[in-house]
């Protein structure tokens, strides 16, 4: 059984920068998608950027395309997101998720994705 794990939320201004990581374990295949998504209050979840771990190829949102950063670790199943340059718009949870032995796909969807996190609270105040 496939599991992961967000941490890093938290409360900064417009502006400021935040960290999420993300830890996953369980897997049985060797490479894997993996995203972050968020969801803001009365909104769909949207994707924000993927990740993958077989090559490092990476996506990103046009929203947050030069501000945020996906990267992996080494042992390639721990996942980064460095956000930079916060907006208000960039409020809500973001969740990490896991598409087990899959490439990763352009727009993200959802429902691609086996796997997710608890998700962890991101506030940006203006």
């Known amino acids: 059984q496939v599991q992961v794990q967000e941490s890093g939320g938290g409360s900064v201004q417009a502006g400021g920068s935040l960290r999420l990581s993300c830890s996953t374990s369980?897997?049985?295949?060797?490479?894997?998608?993996l995203g972050w998504f968020r969801q803001a209050p009365g909104k769909e979840r949207e994707g924000v950027a993927s990740?993958?771990?077989?090559?490092?190829?990476?996506y990103y949102e046009d929203s947050v395309t030069g501000r945020f950063t996906i990267s992996q670790d080494n042992d390639k199943n721990t996942v980064y997101l460095q956000m930079n340059n916060l907006k208000p718009e960039d409020t809500g949870v973001y969740y990490c998720?896991?598409?087990?032995?899959?490439?990763?796909?352009?727009?993200?969807?959802?429902?691609?994705?086996?796997?997710w996190g608890q998700g962890t609270q991101v506030t940006i105040s203006s």
């Open positions: 998720a896991a598409d087990p032995g899959s490439y990763c796909y352009k727009p993200m969807d959802p429902s691609d994705f086996d796997y």
């Open positions: 369980g897997y049985t295949d060797s490479y894997n998608c």
């Open positions: 990740i993958y771990t077989g090559t490092g190829s990476k």
